[in-house]
């Protein structure tokens, strides 16, 4: 993770209000049908999942342009230093005790040349995890935006703490 900089002034009081009084689209982490796609890791990932979660699947709050919370919601992403032709975005809520198991994000699979970024709603709080290949991150700053120095790492965020856990996503492609 390659730390950009902070924008902490992107996150207005009405954009956290906003999330905090929605739910956005309840997600699974294990998705059979989305991970289908004949690729080996993704193929190897989801049986990893299925196993293991298939009793109790675990599920996020996800926010995008398509959710209908976020239709009229206006949203101007911050300035970034990479730029591509297809750019994604999404707002990911965990509730305590939500998480997403270990996984690489199956829609950069067959994607020519992706960017990845996160950035941190709220400044760090014990119990927001955030795990990416053998990596921990904590003590981040509310704004912070971080470069994946690799878009197809194997990562994972999870919420053991008290308080709703939040995160901007973005990825761009050609």
């Known amino acids: ?58 599920v996020f709050q996800q926010f995008n342009s398509n959710t209908a919370e ?8 911050p300035d970034l230093p990479e730029k591509r032709k297809h750019c994604h ?13 270990m996984h690489i994000d199956p829609h950069l699979v067959e994607v020519t ?20 290949d053998d990596q921990i991150l904590t003590n981040y700053k509310k704004g912070d935006l971080f470069e994946w120095s690799d878009p197809m790492i194997v990562h994972g965020p999870a919420n053991i703490g008290y308080e709703p856990r939040y995160t901007l996503q973005i990825t761009m492609h050609d």
């Open 1 to 58: 993770m390659n730390y950009i900089g902070n924008f902490k002034e992107w996150i207005t009081p009405e954009l956290m209000h906003h999330l905090e009084i929605h739910n956005g689209d309840t997600r699974p982490v294990y998705q059979p049908d989305r991970w289908q796609t004949g690729n080996p890791i993704l193929e190897e990932f989801n049986e990893k999942c299925r196993k293991a979660y298939s009793h109790n699947p675990p």
């Open 70 to 77: 976020m239709k009229n919601f206006p949203i101007t992403l």
């Open 89 to 101: 975005w999404w707002f990911v809520k965990l509730l305590p005790g939500q998480f997403q198991a």
């Open 113 to 132: 040349n992706p960017v990845r970024y996160s950035m941190f709603l709220q400044d760090f709080i014990p119990g927001h995890i955030f795990v990416w």
